[in-house]
């Protein structure tokens, strides 16, 4: 099997709303030399700067991943990487005509559907490889993570999620190959409690947001006056609580979509370390 590196075979476009910025924007995906890896490049700027995907650019992850450089700034840049990376697509210029990605339906599938629409072309350069070569461990307990990264010939991701709920308990996720990260873990779009949200809202922090691109798990009694208030922000005749919790907006395609968005989540992240990984990631 090739181990070569590839990037896209043409230019690719898309055009969505910012999830936290409300803004309306394009995002191009073109094709890049080997060895460029991926690079987000701000049209709407004058000189129009580049911000390469690297984790030492992360200034922020408290509703998604932000990157920096300069005071340049890219927003929830995780969904578009977890697409190319997803895909195994190692080097791509990203342009965008704002600060924060499109949402879309809140997953990696419409990225991945029209990357694919792009092509993939096989480069004359050898893939470059982080191998794990021992057990690295991370926690941070005030927020409940744990991470593993063991040895292993290829890349494979577990998660696990427990949100001690009755309506979002544990559950789990686990991707052994990539080439069912189209399929299996790219259309699972994000989720927010209705108190978070509620929380969002009423500090304006979610202004491109509707009850298209997120799971609303409910986990408290919620009058009918509330879920009209809800309806009229998002511009929906009603919504209502399901018997599982969730609001009605939407229909879940797993059982265990929440784990399956946080490994696309992970996928994503990890891609900021630049280069493909070999190695077993438990989250």
């Keep these: 099997m090739s181990d070569k590196q590839h990037t896209i075979a043409k230019a690719v476009s898309i055009s969505g709303t910012g999830l936290h910025t409300g803004q309306e924007v394009t995002m191009t995906f073109l094709p890049a030399p080997a060895d460029h890896g991926y690079y987000f490049k701000r049209t709407d700027l004058e000189g129009q700067p580049l911000i390469k995907a690297d984790v030492d650019y992360v200034v922020d992850t408290s509703r998604g991943t932000t990157i920096e450089k300069e005071g340049v700034r890219i927003s929830t840049v995780e969904h578009t ?44 350069a050898e893939r470059r490889w982080y191998e794990i070569s021992s057990n690295i461990s991370y926690s941070y307990p005030d927020k409940h993570v744990e991470m593993i990264a063991l040895p292993s010939k290829q890349f494979e991701v577990s998660v696990m999620i427990d949100f001690e709920t009755q309506v979002l308990g544990t559950q789990n996720a686990r991707l052994k190959h990539m080439k069912d990260f189209a399929v299996d873990i790219a259309p699972c779009r994000t989720f927010v ?91």
């Design 81 to 124: 990487l977890a697409a190319l990376s997803g895909l195994e697509i190692d080097n791509c210029l990203i342009e965008i005509s704002g600060a924060e990605t499109p949402i879309m339906d809140g997953s990696s599938r419409m990225f991945v559907e029209l990357l694919s629409q792009a092509g993939r072309v096989e480069q004359d």
């Design 193 to 283: 409690f209705l108190h978070e949200l509620e929380f969002l809202l009423q500090n304006n922090l979610i202004r491109g947001g509707d009850l298209s691109n997120a799971i609303v798990f409910v986990n408290r009694a919620v009058k009918q006056d509330e879920l009209n208030r809800l309806a009229g922000l998002f511009n929906k005749p009603s919504v209502a609580v399901r018997e599982e919790g969730i609001l009605n907006n939407l229909e879940l395609y797993f059982r265990n979509e929440p784990a399956r968005h946080k490994l696309l989540d992970v996928i994503g992240d990890l891609a900021l370390v630049g280069v493909p990984i070999k190695g077993h990631i438990i989250a």
